[in-house]
């Protein structure tokens, strides 16, 4: 068994001392400093990867082997040392320890590598072909589904800025007859379209509305608006959320006449040459202390900033005469202490069966970090990122 680099943190210097035995001519010099035997057994190889983790003096927070191999089945015709791999990855698996295992179709073909997923706590392999595949939909284009009439369109139905589309003959023939026809039918009828939208290839389809424009001339026959169609992005169900509005207070008379007091003290007359950019100004201290060799750059002045002793000296009282028309007696705006008070945090627990119960259905995903992290650690389980999480917790309950 040989160990080709000891374990560190990776860098550009250990990348470039595996690239030496990439292709066919790295191939024979792997043959040839290092060398291969079919003889050996895997659980000698996890026993060397129990030793590397061992040998690591700080706290990991994770431990992965990789495992990339045109084999599934080393020992398929010797059992004993079938045996003893599977122990040995037990072994493993008590320290905390995660295998994954790549099947690679020939080790000098990169293409034929296989991806692996859980699935409804199913591991499912994909070659790459189908793995492309699955991110392919439609070509870029729209689909029309139907009309829907525009009432029907809400304020809260633009989520992102839209877009105008008009016909074009010369990627197209006969698009602008279309287009004609469609957006004088949408007009007469008061409707707009309803389209499957797909930008451009590789893309992710979106549901859209095609709203119709009508074209507006002026006194002199002259083109002010072009007709066509918006396209308005649609929301899907996940991208629209109740908001809790606060309770709407009035504010009195006396309150209104005592802010119109406060405003009047704070007037000045505004004057764009009175206010330099700080930022540019900053710039170019910098650049004159590097022309003169200077230690430090010159301070600059922000003018953008409130003077507030100048609008304290200029409202007098009138600003705790206007905060005790407002505000509880003792209340202080400034004071943290004073605002929204903060809700403790819940910890939310979930049973074994609840956990399968999301499993079963497909929807652990939906759960928060926090919650995962709640039922890793009910398991012992380890993880930092989302999917990590979840697939430790798949894991984990396929086996048990």
């Known amino acids: 068994m040989c160990l080709l680099e000891p374990t560190s943190t990776g860098g550009a210097k250990r990348g470039l001392e595996l690239d030496q035995y990439e292709g066919e001519k790295g191939n024979k010099s792997f043959k040839k400093n290092i060398g ?3 003889d050996d057994s895997l659980s000698d190889a996890l026993w060397v990867c129990s030793n590397l983790f061992s040998d690591v003096t700080l706290k990991l927070s994770h431990k992965r082997i990789m495992l990339f191999t045109n084999n599934d089945n080393p020992h398929a015709k010797d059992s004993s040392k079938a045996r003893l791999t599977r122990t040995k990855a037990n072994d493993l698996r008590e320290t905390e320890a995660v295998l994954l295992m790549t099947v690679i179709a020939h080790i000098t073909q990169c293409d034929l590598i296989q991806k692996r997923t859980v699935y409804g706590q199913r591991q499912i392999v994909l070659e790459k072909e189908e793995t492309e595949e699955l991110k392919r939909f439609d070509g870029p284009g729209l689909v029309l589904i139907g009309f829907k009439p525009l009432s029907l369109l809400k304020k809260h139905h633009h989520i992102r800025s839209p877009q105008f589309i008009y016909p074009d003959e010369t990627l197209v023939t006969g698009s602008t007859t279309l287009f004609s026809a469609l957006l004088t039918k ?116 922000d003018l953008t ?35 929204a008070e903060k809700k403790p945090n819940v910890e939310v627990s979930l049973g074994k069966e609840e956990v399968r119960q999301y499993l079963r259905s497909g929807t652990l995903g939906k759960l928060t970090v926090p919650v995962l992290k709640e039922v890793c650690k009910q398991y012992g389980l380890r993880g930092s990122k989302k999917q990590e999480l979840i697939d430790a917790i798949t894991g984990h309950f396929a086996e048990n």
């Open 36 to 38: 291969h035997s079919t």
């Open 186 to 301: 949408c007009l007469e009828k008061d409707v707009y379209a309803v389209c499957r939208y797909t930008p451009r290839r590789n893309t992710p389809p979106r549901f859209v509305a095609l709203v119709p424009q009508e074209e507006a001339l002026d006194d002199q026959k002259v083109q002010t608006i072009p007709p066509g169609f918006h396209l308005i992005y649609l929301p899907y169900a996940d991208d629209v959320r109740k908001i809790g509005f606060t309770e709407k207070r009035v504010a009195s008379e006396d309150q209104i006449e005592k802010m119109k007091s406060v405003v009047q003290k704070l007037r000045f007359k505004y004057r764009p040459e009175s206010f330099e950019n700080p930022v540019i100004q900053r710039h170019f201290c910098n650049l004159e202390a590097l022309a003169l060799d200077l230690k430090e750059p010159e301070e600059v002045e």
């Open 305 to 339: 900033l409130p003077k507030n002793d100048v609008m304290d000296r200029g409202i007098g009282q009138l600003a705790e005469e206007f905060l005790e028309l407002v505000y509880p007696p003792g209340y202080n705006p400034g004071d943290a202490a004073g605002g």
